[in-house]
């Protein structure tokens, strides 16, 4: 009888030796889905939660070191879950199987308090450890989470961007702060680096030219970070970039790719990691048959929202397009139409619209709820502001800044016209600027009408911060509705903003 169990004991340790000896951990990632959870969202460019969760749960069963991680800008962006302020969307990511996830900036659109709720609903671990309360500077999620798969240790912990603090209306973060993510990652990998065989940091960063922080900037700036999952730039990275021995991941946006990082381990060491994107076709191809449960719990979110989202609201003549790096960098159609409905319903001398609050095309015929909550899904309200001409200049100068790098707080304007050369510094590139066809008096004052996001200091627009408000409005989709049906969409077309040189646009855009 000794001898059999000493077998057995002996048996087990060698299968556990092989474990150990050789694995693989697979990092299912996805980031940026803004609620597009369903296969026809996006003009059925998104993959479908219930397609993702398919193939996931099918790895995981022939492979339990796998995980899937979620980057954040996940509770808000389509109408069906705005609706219910993120909490329709907690029981799909509970089914779907998510492992952890971290706050993108719209992850606190509906407020702190509110995301803080929506995370005590979660299965898993919501993970951030730069966001405290200001109250007492304790962290408001969970840091971090050891992870034990298949042999492996492996650490995760959450970054949320510090540009949260005016990357959603600022009155939503009042209670929070954002720490230095380069210090405060310094701090997670002293902690967890001696206790782990994969180290990741989970974070809504990105990797766009006009943010002071990036994820190859804590990758450079840090040594002891195996993968980070990254989001918050909307960058598809097929193969991942690397930064010293840092690999960086992201899978783009709105679901249209499941990212896959593959980390080979042997004797609790890394020798090998890559990174792929898989669209639809090879989601599909790992499992064809969409979970089921979560397509059952879709059709009840559906048919609760579905009676309001339908009602036809306004008709437009043409299609027009939100395409992301168009109304981020340049001036558009749908752009135009929201400033001019601004300036309309306020009686302003000028209006303002910022391209990343417009977040899908304007159909062309019948308009529906579902269609202008979903190009302004953000729930912004109008208001009136008197602003004195020089720091219309100031304001103006501001949307231009980082031009060529796609920025959310680039203008389309109503009531003025200006032009601007990219090739001279920040700051100094507006030239000729008209307010209803009269130059700019830097010194009178005007009346603007802009979002309450930005009257707070959205988009790092400080110098909108403290204007007398003398107007408030509804809300951007009622008002768009509104405008489309009294006036239509004539004088639209582009041609208020001049760009006086062309510049080299950046490849990773």
Known sequence: MFKKFFGVLIALMIFNSAICAAAELVIFHTNDMHSRIQDTDDRSASAGLAEMAAAVKTVKAKNPATLWLDAGDTFHGMPIITISKGESLVPLLNTAGVDA??????????????????????????LDANVVRKSNGKTVFKPYKIFKVNGIKVGVFGLSTPETAYKTNPKNVTD????????????????????????????????????EFTSERIARETDGIDLIVDGHSHTALPEGIRVKDTLIVQAGYYEHFLGRATIEVENHKIVSKKAELLDSDE?????????????????????????????????????????????????SELGNLAADSFRWTAKSDIAICNGGGLRADLPAGDVRRRDTMAIF?????????????????????????????????????SGLTFSYDPSKPGKHRVQDIFVNGQPLDENKTYTIALADFQTAGGDDYTMLKGLKIVGEYGTFDEILADYLNQVGMSGIEVGRIKRLVEVPIPDKE
């Open 377 to 413: 899904p953000f729930g912004n309200t109008l208001r009136v502001a008197e602003i004195k001409g020089s720091v219309v200049r100031e304001m103006l100068e501001h949307s231009v800044e980082f031009y060529p790098a796609s920025f959310g707080g680039f203008l389309d304007v």
């Open 176 to 211: 929070v702060e954002f720490l230095n993510p380069v210090d405060v990652s310094k701090e997670m990998i002293k902690k967890l680096r001696p206790k782990c065989d994969v180290l990741i940091a989970l974070m809504h960063m990105g990797v766009d030219a006009s943010s």
């Open 101 to 126: 996830m971290t706050a993108g900036n719209h992850d606190f659109n509906y407020g702190s308090a509110q995301l803080e709720r929506l995370a005590k609903q979660l299965k898993f671990p919501l």
């Open 283 to 331: 989601i599909k191809a790992i499992c064809p048959k969409p979970d089921k449960q979560i397509l059952d719990e879709l059709k009840d979110v559906n048919a609760k929202a579905e009676k309001m989202l339908n009602e036809v609201v306004a008709h437009s003549d043409k299609q027009l397009s939100s395409e992301r790096l168009l109304v981020r960098r340049n001036e």
